[in-house]
């Protein structure tokens, strides 16, 4: 899903040829946009009662790690994706198996690479790249050989069951992303700050999962491989 660097000559190779090929393909239709979630998450607080939050993305962090793979992966690199902007409503009522939780985000407001924040990821991601780099990245990442962001612009994520007690909980999630669906288990943190809620937690996600291929050139020499890592702390506000 990710191209990173060769030498000059044959990254250039390489990137027009990507270039030719998605010029040669069908122009696809742009999914239509989806609805906002406040109005659904009001209708089930007045259904089952509870105490509603929005997630607020100024001060949360989502994280995406993706590592580079294949025969010359020296010559590649590591990259880091941050979400900072998203829609996210939490629902918490009485009883914990009752709970809601969904959030949606446009892929195409994915941070790639911020220079400050692979400083601070330090060792494999600290390295800066250049502005070509990080722009043939982010046109592989959404294109149609990767998320397909055209016709699949956004990743959803919403809680199935949750089980455990607070400030220790286990969590059942689907992710929703490029057409695809996938459910798997993690752990989660909650802790209570002045009346909010910060949720902390992570996972491992495979491209595999749902079903997509990563991405690699020159016949797997340089690739990305198929686990990513998911990191995100979030702070829930109630309305």
Not at 38 to 58: M, S, V
Not at 211 to 238: C, M, N, T
Request: hydrophobic share 50%.
């Amino acid at each position: 899903m990710l191209l990173d660097l060769l030498a000059p000559a044959r990254r250039a190779a390489l990137l027009i040829g990507l270039w030719l090929a998605g010029c040669a393909a069908p122009p696809t239709e742009p999914a239509p946009p989806a609805q906002d979630l406040k109005p659904r998450f009001a209708a089930l607080r007045a259904g089952q009662g509870g105490r509603l939050y929005r997630i607020e993305a100024i001060d949360s962090a989502v994280r995406i790690y993706v590592f580079r793979a294949g025969r010359a992966a020296r010559l590649g690199h590591n990259h880091v994706l941050a979400a900072p902007r998203f829609e996210a409503w939490l629902l918490w009522p009485d009883t914990l198996a009752e709970a809601r939780f969904e959030l949606r985000l446009r892929l195409a407001d994915l941070q790639l690479d911020d220079p400050a924040l692979r400083a601070a990821t330090g060792g494999g991601f600290a390295g800066p790249l250049s502005a070509e780099a990080v722009a043939a990245t982010r046109a592989n990442m959404l294109g149609e050989r990767g998320l397909d962001a055209t016709r699949h612009p956004e990743l959803g994520l919403r809680l199935l069951a949750l089980a455990g007690e607070p400030p220790k909980l286990a969590a059942r999630i689907e992710i929703a992303l490029a057409g695809r669906r996938h459910a798997l288990s993690l752990p989660l943190t909650l802790s209570e700050q002045d009346g909010s809620l910060r949720i902390d937690g992570a996972f491992v996600l495979r491209h595999s999962d749902l079903g997509l291929q990563p991405f690699s050139v020159a016949g797997g020499l340089l690739a990305v491989q198929d686990e990513l890592v998911i990191e995100f702390s979030l702070l829930a506000r109630p309305l």
